[in-house]
């Protein structure tokens, strides 16, 4: 059984950085993918990025609206992946939470199993 946790999120200016980190705690952690996926009020929940185990290369994945802009790693000796995110926009408001799941796929939710809280992120000036 994982349990994640976010930290991180907070509020920035447009055009600023922030770092999120994903700690994950529970046996299994270097066979599985993380994702980051978010959520602001009136959409829908949105996966922006994942990274797949060693077992699968490390392999990542971005959604179009932060390919360039967000960078995704993992630390498999501390369980630990972040998600640096750059150039943020108001559009990028939102709860970002850390899932869980065998594979690296940002567009099927349904197959991450742990989720953590979230983290709120808030780009406004």
């Known amino acids: 059984q994982l349990q994640l946790v976010e930290s991180g999120g907070g509020l920035v200016q447009p055009g600023g950085s922030l770092s999120l980190s994903c700690g994950v705690s529970g046996s299994g952690f270097q066979d599985y993918a993380i994702g980051w996926f978010r959520r602001s009020p009136g959409k829908a929940q949105e996966g922006i990025s994942c990274?797949?185990?060693?077992?699968?290369?490390?392999?990542?994945d971005y959604t179009e609206s932060v390919q360039g802009r967000f960078t995704i790693s993992r630390d498999d000796i501390n369980k630990v992946v972040h998600l640096q995110m750059s150039n943020l926009q108001p559009e990028d408001t939102a709860v970002y939470y850390c899932?869980?799941?065998?594979?690296?796929?940002?567009?099927?939710?349904?197959?991450?199993?742990?989720w953590g809280q979230g983290t709120q992120v808030t780009v406004s000036s």
């Open positions: 899932a869980a799941a065998d594979w690296c796929r940002i567009r099927v939710p349904s197959t991450y199993f742990a």
């Open positions: 990274i797949s185990s060693s077992r699968f290369g490390f392999r990542t």
